[in-house]
């Protein structure tokens, strides 16, 4: 399975500073915001620690420099903190594979002049539809959403004027989907937990996706109506 683009970018990073080591950035859980870097064949040295210490990374645990006492088990598996340029840099070139373009969710609920959250199905319906983020917040409290809670789409697509835009893509890469959609037509795209919008080949939404997630399903906007 290929890596996901900042996790490239960080080992080729320790690379090129001495450092032999397969590296994982944690998006989500207790680790999320730091990366994980080990080496099974290596033992956990001052070496390798000061190589790190002097890269400016920082313990995940402790917030300081790296200690001898980091690691984990003996061998070279360490938690740390540092370097967000190159998650910076790995978002930006994804973003840009992807035709990203970014809807920012405090900037659009703060004109809508509502306290929002988990308010994804809002933001894509907004995007979809072409229209203001009130009128996407109006349309989906109809359907029964409720203000700070999430709304399963598959269970209102129908209502909002969607329609299923299944085919093959069930379990398909977002990446592989959005290659196969029309370059025009405004789509909905469900993955787990998640929802986005693309309109005419441009996916919409508040950050980048991962364009290794598996899509559930895509619904198309027949009209605007």
Request: aromatic share 10%; glycine share 8%; with cysteine.
């Amino acid at each position: 399975m290929s890596l996901r683009l900042e996790n490239k970018l960080m080992q080729d990073f320790l690379a090129a500073n001495g450092i032999t080591a397969q590296a994982r950035y944690n998006r989500d859980g207790s680790m999320r915001g730091t990366w994980c870097f080990w080496n099974m064949d290596l033992p956990w040295s001052d070496e390798i620690r000061e190589k790190l210490n002097a890269l400016g990374f920082t313990s995940s645990t402790f917030g300081g420099p790296l200690t001898k006492y980091c690691n984990n088990g003996g061998t070279f598996s360490v938690s740390v903190r540092g370097h967000r340029e190159i998650l910076e840099q790995a978002e930006a070139e994804t973003g840009r594979a992807l035709g990203f373009e970014k809807m920012d969710a405090l900037t659009i609920r703060k004109s809508a002049g509502v306290k929002e959250s988990r308010d994804c199905t809002v933001r894509a319906t907004a995007a979809a539809f072409g229209i203001p983020y009130a009128e996407a917040h109006k349309k989906l409290a109809a359907v029964g959403r409720k203000n700070r809670h999430g709304v399963h789409f598959k269970e209102v697509y129908k209502q909002l004027g969607l329609q299923f835009h299944q085919r093959w893509f069930k379990g398909c890469p977002v990446e592989k989907v959005l290659r196969t959609l029309p370059p025009t037509g405004r789509f909905v795209i469900s993955v787990p937990r998640h929802v986005f919008a693309v309109v005419d080949g441009k996916v919409i939404d508040d950050s980048v996706p991962n364009p290794r997630q598996r899509v559930k399903e895509v619904y198309k906007v027949e009209n605007n109506a």
